[in-house]
């Protein structure tokens, strides 16, 4: 069966300090790999997908980026975070070119 | 613009108490509609997909259905244990998939 894993699960970090989070999917190949974010009050904000390595669709511009150096690891990143990209951090994956999405248990960001 | 619009926010039924969440959308391309549920610090737990206008679901005590504007989610005679936030979200043309900001449930015991 598959599985999907995301860390860390806490994080709290100043201000304009550097940010990576990892997500890795097992039990099946070529996953569509998503991350979202979810504020208070804000629903769950798509930031970036990808259909397969190397390739990265972005939705929000912002200070933040991804990367998928590996068929089912998808890393996001940032070099400087602000007080606003606090929030709940969700990696999610989906068979190809189906709908359904699968969601890791998400990483809570706290910047301070 | 692809749009996903929920409603109402926040819902509290007394235990038993059947009702609907509403979920409308607004995309170009349907491809698939899709409901959700959350609790408290967990990732969204996939429950139901739709594809076209008069189809339905049923998973024990929620039905879903969808017509070419919206979608609802009923539930009928709800527990405690149904209590989460239902998340709505539509995928349209591409891989893209928009949600909604959710209907917070509580049912009363």
């Known amino acids: 069966s598959q599985t999907i894993h995301q860390w860390p699960a806490t994080l709290v970090q100043p201000v304009g300090s550097p940010l990576s989070l990892e997500c890795t999917v097992e039990?099946?190949?070529?996953?569509?790999l998503y991350w979202y974010r979810q504020a208070a009050g804000r629903g769950l904000q798509l930031l970036f997908y990808?259909?397969?390595?190397?390739?990265i669709s972005s939705e929000v511009p912002q200070n933040l980026s991804a990367s998928r150096p590996q068929d089912r690891q998808f890393i996001l990143s940032s070099k400087k975070l602000l007080l606003s990209d606090s929030g709940f951090y969700l990696c999610?994956?989906?068979?190809?070119?189906?709908?359904?999405?699968?969601f890791g248990e998400g990483s809570r960001l706290t910047v301070l | 613009e692809d749009q996903v619009t929920q409603s109402p926010e926040a819902l509290r039924l007394q235990e038993g108490e059947s009702s609907s969440l509403n979920c409308s959308y607004t995309?170009?391309?349907?491809?698939?509609l899709f409901w959700y549920r959350q609790d408290p610090g967990k990732g969204p737990e996939f429950l139901f997909t739709?594809?076209?206008a008069g189809e339905e679901k049923e998973k024990e005590r929620l039905k879903a259905t969808l017509t070419k504007k919206e979608s609802f989610l009923h539930i009928t005679a709800p527990k405690p244990e149904d209590s989460a936030t239902y998340l709505c979200?539509?995928?349209?043309?591409?891989?893209?998939?928009?949600f909604g900001k959710g209907t917070r449930l509580h049912i009363l015991p």
């Open positions: 995309v170009s391309g349907l491809r698939g």
């Open positions: 039990g099946t190949s070529n996953p569509n």
């Open positions: 990808s259909v397969g390595i190397g390739q």
């Open positions: 739709l594809y076209s």
């Open positions: 999610a994956w989906s068979f190809l070119a189906a709908g359904e999405l699968f």
């Open positions: 979200a539509v995928q349209a043309g591409g891989d893209k998939i928009i």
